[in-house]
């Protein structure tokens, strides 16, 4: 066989290898006019809000108290608020609240300025050399007040707790006992859920129900049937503290307070969610 015809022979299996090739690539893309915009078609959709609410009575009830103590060195402030905490701590802890439901939320430690005002001085005006002196000349008095300056008179210690009281029954009279060991403020008394996500997850079910059940309704107005969520929304309002906000100061006598009462009221969360529902 010579060269030529080994050439034509070779030439004739590469077109026909290249005839076969392009016949399958023109059969898939044949197949795939039927696909053609599946991906990006218009997907008919309903979408419907749901609401759903949960109530819950709050179960720990929570407040700060702190103690300020100036002294003329740190160390006798530091001793000053530190006898006050402990005394405060101890009718805490023997009110039956556990060290975890104890937290410091601050201690500072803080120089004491004072502005001092200096004294004041009079001078006389000295007559210049070479000039002549009566008897009945007298040197006029000039007043001089040099400048005030700040004074280290002492430091001040102070320190901030934060207790919960999970017994709610307890904390009117830890409430009362604090304020009456001398320090400076009992505030910030505030009710609180101490699970909110189940609070949560209650009103959330609540609100999908809702939900579906009106796109179930909806879809059998228009006379079409629900396939699958597409997408999902959700949003729960905070919970709003109902009950009585309480602050006390410094006792000013050795008589004790009664006890006050204070309601804890009712907590309740709002979910709202919006779903969207693909229809056939």
């Excluded at 078609?41 to 419907?48: A, D, E, K, L, P």
């Excluded at 103690?67 to 701590?89: C, F, G, R, S, Y």
């Excluded at 403020?185 to 009103?203: I, R």
């Excluded at 609100?207 to 959700?234: H, P």
């Amino acid at each position: 066989m010579n060269i030529q015809d080994k050439v034509w022979k070779v030439g004739k299996w590469v077109g026909v290898i290249l005839a076969i090739f392009l016949a399958v690539l023109s059969v898939k893309e044949l197949k795939s006019i039927g696909y053609v915009g599946d991906e990006n078609r218009v997907t008919s959709t309903i979408s419907v809000d749901g609401t759903g609410d949960a109530v819950a009575m709050p179960d720990v009830a929570t407040f700060s108290f702190s103690v300020q103590e100036t002294a003329k060195t740190v160390a006798d402030a530091q001793k000053a608020a530190t006898d006050k905490i402990n005394n405060a701590l101890k009718v805490v802890r023997d009110a039956g609240i556990a060290d975890k439901d104890i937290n410091t939320l601050s201690y500072n430690i803080n120089p004491h300025y004072e502005y001092q005002n200096a004294v004041c001085s009079y001078e006389l005006t000295p007559v210049s050399s070479g000039v002549a002196v009566s008897s009945l000349q007298v040197a006029s008095p000039v007043r001089y007040c040099p400048p005030g300056k700040s004074v280290l008179t002492g430091y001040e210690v102070s320190q901030t707790i934060q207790v919960k009281v999970r017994d709610l029954s307890k904390a009117g009279s830890i409430f009362t006992s604090i304020g009456s060991l001398g320090v400076q403020n009992v505030d910030s008394l505030t009710f609180s859920v101490d699970q909110p996500e189940t609070v949560k997850a209650e009103a959330r079910a609540k609100a999908i129900t809702d939900a579906r059940s009106k796109a179930q309704i909806l879809a059998k107005q228009l006379g079409v049937s629900l396939k699958r969520i597409t997408s999902y929304y959700e949003s729960s309002g905070p919970y709003p503290i109902y009950g009585m906000g309480v602050k006390a100061m410094a006792a000013t006598d050795s008589v004790a307070a009664p006890s006050p009462e204070i309601p804890a009221g009712e907590q309740k969360v709002t979910s709202n969610v919006s779903i969207t529902y693909e229809i056939e």
